[in-house]
Protein backbone atom coordinates (compact mmCIF):
# COMPACT_ATOMS: atom_id res chain seq x y z
CA UNK A 1 0.00 0.00 0.00
CA UNK A 2 1.77 2.74 -1.44
CA UNK A 3 0.78 6.49 -0.28
CA UNK A 4 -0.40 8.44 -3.52
CA UNK A 5 1.53 11.66 -3.72
CA UNK A 6 -0.42 14.80 -3.57
CA UNK A 7 -0.99 16.91 -6.76
CA UNK A 8 -2.58 19.85 -7.59
CA UNK A 9 -5.70 21.23 -7.48
CA UNK A 10 -7.80 19.30 -10.63
CA UNK A 11 -9.04 23.27 -11.80
CA UNK A 12 -5.35 23.94 -12.17
CA UNK A 13 -4.07 21.32 -13.61
CA UNK A 14 -7.34 22.28 -16.34
CA UNK A 15 -5.78 25.86 -16.28
CA UNK A 16 -2.32 25.02 -17.05
CA UNK A 17 -3.33 22.14 -19.40
CA UNK A 18 -5.12 24.69 -21.80
CA UNK A 19 -3.02 27.60 -21.65
CA UNK A 20 -0.35 24.96 -23.58
CA UNK A 21 -2.85 24.46 -25.86
CA UNK A 22 -3.58 27.91 -26.25
CA UNK A 23 -0.36 28.88 -26.76
CA UNK A 24 0.16 26.12 -29.75
CA UNK A 25 -3.65 27.00 -30.97
CA UNK A 26 -5.28 30.51 -31.59
CA UNK A 27 -8.52 28.72 -31.74
CA UNK A 28 -8.65 27.88 -27.87
CA UNK A 29 -10.69 30.33 -26.22
CA UNK A 30 -11.93 30.01 -22.88
CA UNK A 31 -15.13 32.02 -22.02
CA UNK A 32 -15.50 32.79 -18.49
CA UNK A 33 -18.42 34.59 -16.12
CA UNK A 34 -16.54 36.52 -13.98
CA UNK A 35 -15.45 33.38 -12.98
CA UNK A 36 -11.34 33.24 -13.98
CA UNK A 37 -10.32 33.66 -10.74
CA UNK A 38 -12.32 30.53 -9.39
CA UNK A 39 -11.06 28.66 -12.61
CA UNK A 40 -7.69 29.23 -12.07
CA UNK A 41 -7.43 30.86 -15.39
CA UNK A 42 -6.10 34.11 -14.06
CA UNK A 43 -2.62 33.61 -15.22
CA UNK A 44 -4.34 31.66 -18.58
CA UNK A 45 -5.58 35.48 -19.09
CA UNK A 46 -2.63 37.13 -18.53
CA UNK A 47 -0.50 35.25 -20.77
CA UNK A 48 -3.18 35.19 -23.53
CA UNK A 49 -5.42 37.91 -22.80
CA UNK A 50 -6.97 37.69 -26.61
CA UNK A 51 -8.13 33.82 -25.84
CA UNK A 52 -10.03 34.64 -22.73
CA UNK A 53 -13.65 35.89 -23.10
CA UNK A 54 -15.60 37.73 -20.32
CA UNK A 55 -19.08 37.52 -20.51
CA UNK A 56 -19.90 38.87 -16.55
CA UNK A 57 -21.82 37.38 -14.50
CA UNK A 58 -24.28 35.86 -17.36
CA UNK A 59 -24.65 31.96 -17.24
CA UNK A 60 -27.15 31.53 -20.15
CA UNK A 61 -25.41 34.07 -22.70
CA UNK A 62 -21.98 32.64 -21.82
CA UNK A 63 -23.49 29.49 -22.77
CA UNK A 64 -24.77 31.04 -26.07
CA UNK A 65 -21.97 32.51 -27.18
CA UNK A 66 -19.91 30.01 -26.70
CA UNK A 67 -21.90 28.12 -29.34
CA UNK A 68 -22.02 31.35 -32.04
CA UNK A 69 -18.00 31.26 -31.38
CA UNK A 70 -17.89 27.08 -31.84
CA UNK A 71 -20.08 27.36 -34.96
CA UNK A 72 -17.35 30.20 -35.95
CA UNK A 73 -14.98 27.57 -35.54
CA UNK A 74 -12.94 28.36 -32.60
CA UNK A 75 -12.54 25.44 -30.15
CA UNK A 76 -14.41 27.05 -27.21
CA UNK A 77 -14.53 25.67 -23.60
CA UNK A 78 -17.20 27.94 -21.43
CA UNK A 79 -16.24 28.01 -18.30
CA UNK A 80 -18.51 28.60 -14.75
CA UNK A 81 -18.99 27.37 -11.68
CA UNK A 82 -21.24 23.48 -12.25
CA UNK A 83 -23.46 24.79 -10.06
CA UNK A 84 -24.73 27.98 -12.24
CA UNK A 85 -23.76 26.65 -15.29
CA UNK A 86 -25.84 23.32 -15.74
CA UNK A 87 -28.71 24.87 -13.83
CA UNK A 88 -29.37 28.43 -15.06
CA UNK A 89 -27.97 27.81 -18.40
CA UNK A 90 -29.04 24.35 -18.82
CA UNK A 91 -31.80 25.22 -21.99
CA UNK A 92 -28.67 26.80 -23.64
CA UNK A 93 -26.22 23.96 -22.89
CA UNK A 94 -29.59 21.76 -24.22
CA UNK A 95 -30.55 23.54 -27.43
CA UNK A 96 -27.33 26.03 -28.47
CA UNK A 97 -24.97 23.09 -28.02
CA UNK A 98 -26.27 19.64 -27.83
CA UNK A 99 -29.32 19.82 -29.73
CA UNK A 100 -27.55 22.45 -32.52
CA UNK A 101 -24.51 20.07 -31.85
CA UNK A 102 -21.99 23.13 -31.55
CA UNK A 103 -18.63 21.13 -29.81
CA UNK A 104 -18.42 23.65 -27.07
CA UNK A 105 -16.46 22.34 -24.36
CA UNK A 106 -18.47 22.87 -21.11
CA UNK A 107 -16.71 22.83 -17.78
CA UNK A 108 -18.11 23.15 -14.68
CA UNK A 109 -15.85 24.13 -12.10
CA UNK A 110 -15.55 23.72 -7.84
CA UNK A 111 -18.71 20.95 -9.02
CA UNK A 112 -20.07 18.90 -6.21
CA UNK A 113 -19.39 19.82 -2.95
CA UNK A 114 -16.44 21.91 -3.58
CA UNK A 115 -17.83 24.65 -2.47
CA UNK A 116 -19.54 22.47 0.22
CA UNK A 117 -19.58 24.67 3.21
CA UNK A 118 -21.21 27.77 1.48
CA UNK A 119 -24.57 25.90 0.90
CA UNK A 120 -27.11 24.19 -1.64
CA UNK A 121 -26.86 27.24 -3.86
CA UNK A 122 -23.32 26.52 -4.06
CA UNK A 123 -23.41 22.71 -4.69
CA UNK A 124 -24.19 20.80 -8.23
CA UNK A 125 -25.31 17.45 -7.22
CA UNK A 126 -27.78 17.37 -10.56
CA UNK A 127 -25.60 17.82 -13.60
CA UNK A 128 -25.18 14.41 -14.59
CA UNK A 129 -28.59 13.54 -13.89
CA UNK A 130 -29.43 16.43 -16.13
CA UNK A 131 -27.01 16.24 -18.84
CA UNK A 132 -27.77 12.20 -18.85
CA UNK A 133 -30.89 12.75 -20.59
CA UNK A 134 -29.59 15.11 -23.35
CA UNK A 135 -28.67 13.45 -26.31
CA UNK A 136 -25.13 14.14 -27.78
CA UNK A 137 -22.89 15.89 -24.80
CA UNK A 138 -20.30 13.37 -23.61
CA UNK A 139 -19.81 13.85 -19.91
CA UNK A 140 -16.31 13.46 -18.02
CA UNK A 141 -15.37 13.74 -14.87
CA UNK A 142 -11.62 13.09 -13.82
CA UNK A 143 -10.13 11.75 -10.69
CA UNK A 144 -6.90 12.98 -10.60
CA UNK A 145 -4.11 15.76 -12.39
CA UNK A 146 -3.47 12.62 -14.89
CA UNK A 147 -7.09 12.22 -15.78
CA UNK A 148 -8.11 16.12 -16.12
CA UNK A 149 -4.83 16.66 -18.04
CA UNK A 150 -5.60 13.97 -20.59
CA UNK A 151 -9.44 15.05 -20.70
CA UNK A 152 -8.78 18.57 -21.60
CA UNK A 153 -6.54 17.48 -24.64
CA UNK A 154 -8.65 14.88 -26.16
CA UNK A 155 -11.73 17.41 -25.06
CA UNK A 156 -9.86 20.32 -27.62
CA UNK A 157 -10.27 17.63 -30.26
CA UNK A 158 -13.21 16.36 -29.86
CA UNK A 159 -15.86 16.50 -32.61
CA UNK A 160 -18.86 16.44 -30.18
CA UNK A 161 -20.04 18.82 -27.56
CA UNK A 162 -18.43 17.38 -23.97
CA UNK A 163 -19.25 18.60 -20.30
CA UNK A 164 -15.89 19.23 -18.31
CA UNK A 165 -16.61 18.33 -14.20
CA UNK A 166 -13.56 19.65 -11.95
CA UNK A 167 -13.11 20.38 -8.07
CA UNK A 168 -11.10 22.72 -6.59
CA UNK A 169 -9.19 20.50 -3.77
CA UNK A 170 -5.44 19.25 -4.35
CA UNK A 171 -5.79 15.50 -5.71
CA UNK A 172 -3.02 12.86 -5.21
CA UNK A 173 -1.85 11.12 -7.96
CA UNK A 174 -3.59 7.80 -8.65
CA UNK A 175 -2.24 6.45 -11.77
CA UNK A 176 0.86 4.95 -12.00
CA UNK A 177 3.06 5.96 -15.09
CA UNK A 178 2.36 4.97 -18.79
CA UNK A 179 -1.25 4.48 -18.03
CA UNK A 180 -3.52 4.84 -21.20
CA UNK A 181 -6.58 7.57 -20.69
CA UNK A 182 -9.39 7.53 -23.48
CA UNK A 183 -12.73 9.25 -23.18
CA UNK A 184 -15.26 6.51 -23.10
CA UNK A 185 -12.70 4.12 -21.58
CA UNK A 186 -13.07 3.27 -18.08
CA UNK A 187 -9.67 2.84 -15.96
CA UNK A 188 -9.29 -0.87 -14.06
CA UNK A 189 -6.77 0.51 -11.29
CA UNK A 190 -7.38 -2.25 -8.76
CA UNK A 191 -8.43 -6.27 -9.66
CA UNK A 192 -9.61 -8.08 -6.86
CA UNK A 193 -12.31 -11.05 -6.17
CA UNK A 194 -14.25 -9.58 -3.56
CA UNK A 195 -15.92 -6.09 -3.69
CA UNK A 196 -15.86 -4.00 -6.97
CA UNK A 197 -15.69 -0.16 -6.56
CA UNK A 198 -16.82 1.71 -9.41
CA UNK A 199 -16.04 5.78 -8.97
CA UNK A 200 -16.39 8.94 -10.72
CA UNK A 201 -14.12 12.10 -10.41
CA UNK A 202 -12.38 12.92 -6.89
CA UNK A 203 -14.67 9.88 -5.49
CA UNK A 204 -12.02 7.70 -7.23
CA UNK A 205 -9.42 8.17 -4.17
CA UNK A 206 -11.90 6.98 -1.51
CA UNK A 207 -12.76 3.92 -2.99
CA UNK A 208 -8.97 3.56 -3.25
CA UNK A 209 -8.13 3.92 0.29
CA UNK A 210 -11.32 1.70 1.24
CA UNK A 211 -9.58 -1.06 -1.31
CA UNK A 212 -6.69 -0.34 0.82
CA UNK A 213 -8.02 -0.91 4.33
CA UNK A 214 -10.34 -4.04 3.07
CA UNK A 215 -6.65 -5.08 1.66
CA UNK A 216 -5.59 -5.60 5.49
CA UNK A 217 -8.57 -7.61 5.90
CA UNK A 218 -7.83 -10.20 3.52
CA UNK A 219 -10.49 -8.74 0.93
CA UNK A 220 -9.73 -7.90 -2.25
CA UNK A 221 -11.33 -5.12 -4.34
CA UNK A 222 -11.39 -4.09 -7.96
CA UNK A 223 -11.34 -0.56 -8.41
CA UNK A 224 -12.75 1.13 -11.90
CA UNK A 225 -11.66 4.70 -12.36
CA UNK A 226 -15.25 5.20 -14.40
CA UNK A 227 -14.33 8.68 -15.65
CA UNK A 228 -16.68 9.00 -18.48
CA UNK A 229 -20.03 8.84 -18.27
CA UNK A 230 -20.86 9.17 -21.51
CA UNK A 231 -20.46 7.24 -23.55
CA UNK A 232 -20.82 4.74 -20.91
CA UNK A 233 -17.74 2.03 -20.81
CA UNK A 234 -20.32 -1.09 -20.45
CA UNK A 235 -17.98 -3.35 -21.34
CA UNK A 236 -15.69 -2.47 -18.49
CA UNK A 237 -18.44 -2.33 -16.01
CA UNK A 238 -19.80 -5.57 -16.79
CA UNK A 239 -16.17 -6.92 -16.84
CA UNK A 240 -15.43 -5.76 -13.73
CA UNK A 241 -19.04 -6.68 -11.71
CA UNK A 242 -18.57 -9.95 -13.32
CA UNK A 243 -15.70 -10.72 -11.66
CA UNK A 244 -16.69 -9.33 -8.01
CA UNK A 245 -19.27 -10.73 -5.47
CA UNK A 246 -20.59 -7.41 -4.10
CA UNK A 247 -20.24 -3.70 -5.52
CA UNK A 248 -20.00 -0.37 -4.48
CA UNK A 249 -20.83 2.80 -7.12
CA UNK A 250 -19.24 5.69 -5.63
CA UNK A 251 -19.97 9.59 -6.70
CA UNK A 252 -20.23 13.40 -5.96
CA UNK A 253 -23.67 13.83 -6.78
CA UNK A 254 -27.14 12.89 -6.04
CA UNK A 255 -28.03 9.33 -5.68
CA UNK A 256 -30.96 9.79 -8.35
CA UNK A 257 -29.59 9.59 -11.89
CA UNK A 258 -26.30 9.81 -11.81
CA UNK A 259 -23.46 7.09 -11.88
CA UNK A 260 -25.03 4.38 -9.83
CA UNK A 261 -28.57 4.57 -10.72
CA UNK A 262 -27.04 4.32 -14.63
CA UNK A 263 -24.62 1.43 -13.69
CA UNK A 264 -27.95 -0.69 -11.77
CA UNK A 265 -29.61 -0.10 -14.88
CA UNK A 266 -27.20 -1.20 -16.92
CA UNK A 267 -26.36 -4.46 -14.63
CA UNK A 268 -30.22 -5.43 -14.68
CA UNK A 269 -30.92 -5.19 -18.56
CA UNK A 270 -28.05 -7.66 -18.79
CA UNK A 271 -29.11 -9.90 -15.63
CA UNK A 272 -26.42 -9.27 -13.78
CA UNK A 273 -27.04 -9.31 -10.49
CA UNK A 274 -24.76 -8.39 -7.33
CA UNK A 275 -25.37 -6.97 -3.88
CA UNK A 276 -25.31 -3.42 -4.74
CA UNK A 277 -24.80 -0.10 -2.72
CA UNK A 278 -24.62 3.73 -4.43
CA UNK A 279 -23.24 5.60 -2.52
CA UNK A 280 -23.14 9.23 -2.85
CA UNK A 281 -25.15 12.38 -1.21
CA UNK A 282 -28.59 11.22 -0.40
CA UNK A 283 -32.21 12.66 -1.58
CA UNK A 284 -32.05 15.02 1.71
CA UNK A 285 -31.52 17.95 2.95
CA UNK A 286 -27.69 18.68 2.11
CA UNK A 287 -25.25 19.11 4.91
CA UNK A 288 -22.92 21.73 4.43
CA UNK A 289 -19.10 21.50 5.71
CA UNK A 290 -15.94 21.40 3.84
CA UNK A 291 -15.79 18.79 0.73
CA UNK A 292 -13.96 16.00 3.05
CA UNK A 293 -16.39 16.57 5.72
CA UNK A 294 -19.46 15.97 3.65
CA UNK A 295 -17.72 12.76 1.97
CA UNK A 296 -16.74 11.56 5.34
CA UNK A 297 -20.77 12.24 6.65
CA UNK A 298 -21.73 10.76 3.83
CA UNK A 299 -19.64 7.63 3.88
CA UNK A 300 -17.82 8.55 0.75
CA UNK A 301 -14.65 7.58 2.96
CA UNK A 302 -11.89 4.94 3.42
CA UNK A 303 -14.18 3.94 6.47
CA UNK A 304 -17.40 4.35 5.13
CA UNK A 305 -17.02 3.04 1.86
CA UNK A 306 -15.20 -0.22 3.68
CA UNK A 307 -17.81 -0.93 5.68
CA UNK A 308 -20.44 -0.81 3.15
CA UNK A 309 -18.17 -2.95 0.97
CA UNK A 310 -18.07 -5.27 4.60
CA UNK A 311 -21.94 -5.43 5.03
CA UNK A 312 -22.85 -6.31 1.25
CA UNK A 313 -20.22 -9.36 1.40
CA UNK A 314 -21.92 -10.50 4.86
CA UNK A 315 -25.38 -10.07 3.69
CA UNK A 316 -24.12 -12.06 0.65
CA UNK A 317 -22.73 -14.68 2.57
CA UNK A 318 -25.86 -14.84 5.07
CA UNK A 319 -27.92 -15.07 1.83
CA UNK A 320 -26.12 -17.92 0.26
CA UNK A 321 -26.07 -20.15 3.81
CA UNK A 322 -30.12 -19.29 4.30
CA UNK A 323 -30.37 -20.70 0.37
CA UNK B 1 -32.61 42.80 -56.30
CA UNK B 2 -35.13 46.01 -57.25
CA UNK B 3 -38.23 46.81 -55.20
CA UNK B 4 -41.19 45.11 -57.36
CA UNK B 5 -39.13 41.87 -57.66
CA UNK B 6 -38.91 41.66 -53.79
CA UNK B 7 -42.97 42.08 -53.71
CA UNK B 8 -43.74 39.92 -55.75
CA UNK B 9 -41.41 37.66 -54.11
CA UNK B 10 -43.13 38.35 -50.82
CA UNK B 11 -46.84 37.48 -52.37
CA UNK B 12 -45.55 33.89 -53.12
CA UNK B 13 -44.31 33.81 -50.29
CA UNK B 14 -47.26 34.59 -48.34
CA UNK B 15 -48.92 31.84 -50.66
CA UNK B 16 -46.03 29.25 -50.04
CA UNK B 17 -46.28 30.29 -45.89
CA UNK B 18 -49.99 29.03 -45.64
CA UNK B 19 -50.09 26.42 -48.00
CA UNK B 20 -47.32 24.62 -45.78
CA UNK B 21 -49.57 25.23 -42.92
CA UNK B 22 -52.62 24.51 -44.09
CA UNK B 23 -51.07 20.85 -45.88
CA UNK B 24 -49.42 19.98 -42.32
CA UNK B 25 -52.23 21.56 -39.67
CA UNK B 26 -49.89 23.11 -38.15
CA UNK B 27 -47.64 26.04 -37.70
CA UNK B 28 -47.28 29.64 -36.67
CA UNK B 29 -49.33 31.81 -39.25
CA UNK B 30 -49.45 35.10 -37.47
CA UNK B 31 -45.40 35.71 -36.98
CA UNK B 32 -44.58 34.39 -40.32
CA UNK B 33 -46.95 36.57 -41.93
CA UNK B 34 -45.35 39.47 -40.11
CA UNK B 35 -41.46 38.54 -40.08
CA UNK B 36 -41.48 37.51 -44.13
CA UNK B 37 -40.92 40.90 -46.01
CA UNK B 38 -37.81 41.39 -43.39
CA UNK B 39 -37.04 37.75 -44.37
CA UNK B 40 -36.97 38.67 -48.26
CA UNK B 41 -35.20 41.45 -48.17
CA UNK B 42 -32.42 40.03 -45.82
CA UNK B 43 -31.88 37.21 -48.22
CA UNK B 44 -32.60 38.91 -51.83
CA UNK B 45 -30.89 41.93 -50.76
CA UNK B 46 -29.00 42.44 -47.82
CA UNK B 47 -27.02 39.14 -46.60
CA UNK B 48 -24.26 37.54 -48.74
CA UNK B 49 -25.45 34.11 -48.26
CA UNK B 50 -26.12 31.63 -50.88
CA UNK B 51 -26.23 27.95 -51.43
CA UNK B 52 -22.98 27.76 -53.14
CA UNK B 53 -21.31 29.73 -50.41
CA UNK B 54 -23.05 28.36 -47.06
CA UNK B 55 -19.96 26.26 -46.40
CA UNK B 56 -17.61 29.44 -46.74
CA UNK B 57 -16.37 30.79 -43.34
CA UNK B 58 -16.84 34.38 -45.11
CA UNK B 59 -20.73 33.84 -45.46
CA UNK B 60 -22.54 36.16 -44.12
CA UNK B 61 -24.96 34.37 -40.85
CA UNK B 62 -28.37 34.83 -40.09
CA UNK B 63 -29.96 33.44 -36.61
CA UNK B 64 -33.61 33.11 -36.80
CA UNK B 65 -34.54 33.53 -32.90
CA UNK B 66 -38.41 33.51 -33.29
CA UNK B 67 -38.07 29.87 -34.39
CA UNK B 68 -41.91 29.19 -34.34
CA UNK B 69 -41.90 31.28 -37.41
CA UNK B 70 -39.96 28.70 -39.24
CA UNK B 71 -42.76 28.63 -42.03
CA UNK B 72 -41.38 32.10 -43.23
CA UNK B 73 -37.87 31.07 -43.35
CA UNK B 74 -38.38 27.64 -45.31
CA UNK B 75 -40.55 29.94 -47.66
CA UNK B 76 -37.41 31.98 -48.12
CA UNK B 77 -34.65 29.20 -48.34
CA UNK B 78 -36.21 27.23 -50.68
CA UNK B 79 -36.50 30.63 -52.82
CA UNK B 80 -33.34 30.65 -52.78
CA UNK B 81 -32.29 27.34 -53.82
CA UNK B 82 -31.20 25.70 -50.67
CA UNK B 83 -33.53 22.96 -51.01
CA UNK B 84 -36.39 22.11 -53.23
CA UNK B 85 -39.80 23.48 -52.66
CA UNK B 86 -40.73 20.16 -52.73
CA UNK B 87 -39.82 19.10 -50.13
CA UNK B 88 -41.56 21.23 -48.05
CA UNK B 89 -44.24 19.00 -48.27
CA UNK B 90 -43.20 17.22 -45.52
CA UNK B 91 -43.27 19.89 -42.97
CA UNK B 92 -44.45 18.84 -39.29
CA UNK B 93 -44.63 15.23 -41.06
CA UNK B 94 -43.11 11.95 -38.94
CA UNK B 95 -39.56 12.00 -39.43
CA UNK B 96 -38.91 15.07 -41.78
CA UNK B 97 -35.69 17.41 -40.97
CA UNK B 98 -38.53 20.66 -41.70
CA UNK B 99 -39.63 20.32 -38.43
CA UNK B 100 -41.84 23.07 -37.05
CA UNK B 101 -38.71 25.15 -35.67
CA UNK B 102 -35.49 25.32 -37.40
CA UNK B 103 -33.04 23.08 -37.16
CA UNK B 104 -29.39 22.49 -38.89
CA UNK B 105 -30.36 19.36 -40.23
CA UNK B 106 -31.88 22.08 -43.06
CA UNK B 107 -29.47 22.94 -45.24
CA UNK B 108 -29.16 26.45 -45.06
CA UNK B 109 -29.88 27.13 -41.09
CA UNK B 110 -27.35 27.81 -39.25
CA UNK B 111 -28.75 26.60 -35.55
CA UNK B 112 -31.13 25.00 -33.91
CA UNK B 113 -33.69 27.34 -32.54
CA UNK B 114 -37.21 27.70 -31.49
CA UNK B 115 -36.75 28.19 -27.36
CA UNK B 116 -37.41 31.74 -26.97
CA UNK B 117 -34.20 34.26 -26.10
CA UNK B 118 -31.46 32.45 -27.54
CA UNK B 119 -30.57 33.98 -31.00
CA UNK B 120 -29.22 36.92 -30.21
CA UNK B 121 -26.44 35.12 -27.65
CA UNK B 122 -25.49 32.65 -30.66
CA UNK B 123 -25.75 35.75 -32.74
CA UNK B 124 -23.25 37.64 -30.73
CA UNK B 125 -21.06 34.69 -30.82
CA UNK B 126 -20.67 34.38 -34.54
CA UNK B 127 -20.05 38.32 -34.74
CA UNK B 128 -17.34 38.10 -32.32
CA UNK B 129 -15.41 35.42 -33.71
CA UNK B 130 -15.73 37.23 -36.67
CA UNK B 131 -14.13 40.20 -35.00
CA UNK B 132 -11.36 38.07 -33.25
CA UNK B 133 -9.98 36.29 -36.65
CA UNK B 134 -10.35 39.95 -38.72
CA UNK B 135 -13.40 38.71 -40.69
CA UNK B 136 -15.92 40.66 -42.91
CA UNK B 137 -18.95 39.03 -42.51
CA UNK B 138 -21.97 40.07 -41.12
CA UNK B 139 -24.80 38.51 -38.85
CA UNK B 140 -28.12 38.77 -38.37
CA UNK B 141 -30.80 37.68 -36.66
CA UNK B 142 -34.32 38.19 -35.58
CA UNK B 143 -36.49 38.08 -32.45
CA UNK B 144 -40.03 38.62 -31.72
CA UNK B 145 -41.41 41.20 -29.61
CA UNK B 146 -43.25 38.70 -27.38
CA UNK B 147 -39.84 37.18 -26.98
CA UNK B 148 -38.20 39.63 -25.70
CA UNK B 149 -39.32 39.36 -22.06
CA UNK B 150 -36.68 36.72 -21.88
CA UNK B 151 -33.71 37.86 -19.59
CA UNK B 152 -31.21 36.47 -21.68
CA UNK B 153 -31.80 39.09 -24.64
CA UNK B 154 -30.88 41.57 -21.93
CA UNK B 155 -27.46 39.65 -21.25
CA UNK B 156 -27.19 39.16 -24.86
CA UNK B 157 -27.39 42.96 -25.57
CA UNK B 158 -25.13 43.96 -22.68
CA UNK B 159 -22.23 41.59 -24.38
CA UNK B 160 -22.92 43.12 -28.25
CA UNK B 161 -22.22 46.79 -26.91
CA UNK B 162 -19.48 45.75 -25.00
CA UNK B 163 -17.50 43.89 -27.48
CA UNK B 164 -18.47 46.60 -29.88
CA UNK B 165 -20.12 44.33 -32.83
CA UNK B 166 -21.07 46.96 -35.37
CA UNK B 167 -21.14 43.80 -37.98
CA UNK B 168 -24.47 42.45 -35.83
CA UNK B 169 -28.18 43.70 -37.18
CA UNK B 170 -30.42 42.72 -34.70
CA UNK B 171 -34.06 42.93 -35.74
CA UNK B 172 -37.17 43.00 -34.11
CA UNK B 173 -40.86 42.23 -35.53
CA UNK B 174 -42.68 44.32 -33.39
CA UNK B 175 -46.00 43.00 -34.56
CA UNK B 176 -47.68 44.40 -30.80
CA UNK B 177 -48.91 40.90 -30.11
CA UNK B 178 -48.55 37.47 -28.87
CA UNK B 179 -49.88 34.35 -27.98
CA UNK B 180 -51.72 35.33 -24.63
CA UNK B 181 -53.00 39.02 -26.63
CA UNK B 182 -51.31 42.44 -26.82
CA UNK B 183 -47.54 42.61 -25.99
CA UNK B 184 -48.31 45.75 -23.43
CA UNK B 185 -50.84 44.18 -21.48
CA UNK B 186 -49.08 40.78 -21.25
CA UNK B 187 -45.70 42.81 -20.16
CA UNK B 188 -44.93 45.79 -20.82
CA UNK B 189 -41.95 46.27 -23.28
CA UNK B 190 -42.39 50.41 -24.25
CA UNK B 191 -40.42 52.58 -24.28
CA UNK B 192 -38.74 49.67 -26.04
CA UNK B 193 -36.68 52.08 -28.85
CA UNK B 194 -35.44 53.91 -25.48
CA UNK B 195 -34.04 50.80 -23.80
CA UNK B 196 -32.55 48.88 -26.52
CA UNK B 197 -30.52 52.46 -27.12
CA UNK B 198 -29.41 52.29 -23.42
CA UNK B 199 -28.32 49.08 -23.67
CA UNK B 200 -25.85 50.51 -26.43
CA UNK B 201 -27.77 49.79 -30.09
CA UNK B 202 -27.67 52.26 -32.67
CA UNK B 203 -31.07 51.87 -33.55
CA UNK B 204 -33.71 52.69 -36.82
CA UNK B 205 -37.01 52.45 -36.70
CA UNK B 206 -38.66 50.81 -39.31
CA UNK B 207 -42.25 49.39 -41.31
CA UNK B 208 -41.56 46.24 -41.71
CA UNK B 209 -43.83 45.10 -44.37
CA UNK B 210 -42.47 48.27 -46.21
CA UNK B 211 -40.08 46.43 -48.71
CA UNK B 212 -38.80 50.16 -50.17
CA UNK B 213 -38.58 51.13 -46.60
CA UNK B 214 -36.55 47.81 -45.41
CA UNK B 215 -34.37 47.92 -48.10
CA UNK B 216 -33.32 51.32 -47.23
CA UNK B 217 -32.82 50.96 -43.56
CA UNK B 218 -30.42 47.92 -44.44
CA UNK B 219 -28.56 50.03 -46.68
CA UNK B 220 -27.34 52.32 -43.75
CA UNK B 221 -25.97 49.35 -42.31
CA UNK B 222 -24.17 49.09 -39.83
CA UNK B 223 -25.94 52.69 -38.15
CA UNK B 224 -23.11 53.25 -36.11
CA UNK B 225 -19.45 52.41 -36.23
CA UNK B 226 -18.48 50.53 -33.04
CA UNK B 227 -22.37 49.94 -32.49
CA UNK B 228 -24.44 47.07 -32.64
CA UNK B 229 -27.47 48.11 -34.84
CA UNK B 230 -31.15 47.42 -33.90
CA UNK B 231 -33.61 47.79 -36.49
CA UNK B 232 -36.74 47.85 -35.00
CA UNK B 233 -39.55 46.91 -37.45
CA UNK B 234 -43.32 47.67 -37.21
CA UNK B 235 -45.14 45.41 -38.75
CA UNK B 236 -48.40 43.81 -38.81
CA UNK B 237 -49.03 39.88 -37.33
CA UNK B 238 -50.67 38.22 -39.73
CA UNK B 239 -49.55 40.66 -42.60
CA UNK B 240 -51.04 40.27 -46.07
CA UNK B 241 -54.22 38.53 -45.30
CA UNK B 242 -56.96 40.65 -44.39
CA UNK B 243 -59.19 38.63 -41.49
CA UNK B 244 -55.73 37.40 -40.25
CA UNK B 245 -53.94 40.82 -39.37
CA UNK B 246 -53.73 41.61 -35.86
CA UNK B 247 -55.60 38.73 -34.22
CA UNK B 248 -54.35 37.40 -31.85
CA UNK B 249 -56.20 34.16 -32.17
CA UNK B 250 -54.36 33.37 -35.56
CA UNK B 251 -50.85 33.10 -33.71
CA UNK B 252 -51.35 29.32 -34.60
CA UNK B 253 -54.15 28.83 -36.00
CA UNK B 254 -54.74 26.58 -39.23
CA UNK B 255 -56.89 27.97 -42.01
CA UNK B 256 -60.12 26.02 -43.21
CA UNK B 257 -60.69 25.28 -46.26
CA UNK B 258 -62.99 28.39 -46.53
CA UNK B 259 -60.73 30.46 -45.12
CA UNK B 260 -57.86 29.08 -47.21
CA UNK B 261 -60.09 29.86 -50.32
CA UNK B 262 -60.36 33.91 -49.43
CA UNK B 263 -56.77 34.24 -47.99
CA UNK B 264 -55.55 32.73 -51.77
CA UNK B 265 -58.20 34.92 -53.31
CA UNK B 266 -56.37 37.73 -51.44
CA UNK B 267 -53.02 36.71 -52.40
CA UNK B 268 -54.35 36.58 -55.90
CA UNK B 269 -55.73 39.91 -55.97
CA UNK B 270 -52.92 41.66 -54.41
CA UNK B 271 -50.37 40.08 -57.78
CA UNK B 272 -53.45 41.49 -59.65
CA UNK B 273 -52.63 45.00 -58.15
CA UNK B 274 -49.08 43.97 -58.37
CA UNK B 275 -49.09 43.28 -62.65
CA UNK B 276 -51.71 46.62 -62.81
CA UNK B 277 -48.54 48.66 -60.81
CA UNK B 278 -45.70 47.71 -62.50
CA UNK B 279 -46.77 46.49 -66.40
CA UNK B 280 -47.55 50.55 -66.63
CA UNK B 281 -44.36 51.46 -65.52
Known amino acids: MQPYNLGKPNLQAFADTLLELAENDPDILAVTSDSRGSARLGYFGKQRPQQIIEMGIAEQNLVGVSAGLAAAGKKVFAVSPACFLTTRSLEQIKNDIAYSDQPVKVVGISAGVSYGALGTTHHSLHDLAALQAFYNIDIVVPADNFETEQAVRQAAQHPRPVYLRFGKKAMPDLHAPGTQFTIGKAILLREGADVAFIAIGETVHPALLAADRLAAQGITSSVLSLHTLRPLDEEAILETVQNCRALVTVEEHSVNGGLGSRVASLLMQHSLFRPMRIVGIPDAYTITGSQVEVFDYYGISAEGLAGTAIALLERNSDERRQS | MDIATLEFKSIQYRRSILTMIKEAGAGHTGGSLSCV????????????????????????????????????????????????????????????????????????????????????????????????????????????????????????????????????????????????????????????????????????????????????????????????????????????????????????????????????????QAEANWQATYATV
Open chain 2, 37 to 268: DILNVLYNHVMKVNPGNFRSPDRDRYIHSKGHSVEALYTVLTDCGFFPAEDLKTFCKLGSHYVGHPTRKVNGIEQNTGALGHGLSVAVGLALAAKINGQGYRVFTTMGDGELTEGSIWEASMSAAHYKLDNLAVIVDRNTLQITGRTESVMTLEPLADRFRAFGFALREVDGNNLSDLVEVFDQLPFQIGKPSLVLAHTTKGKGISFIENAVDWHHHVPSDAEMGIALAELS
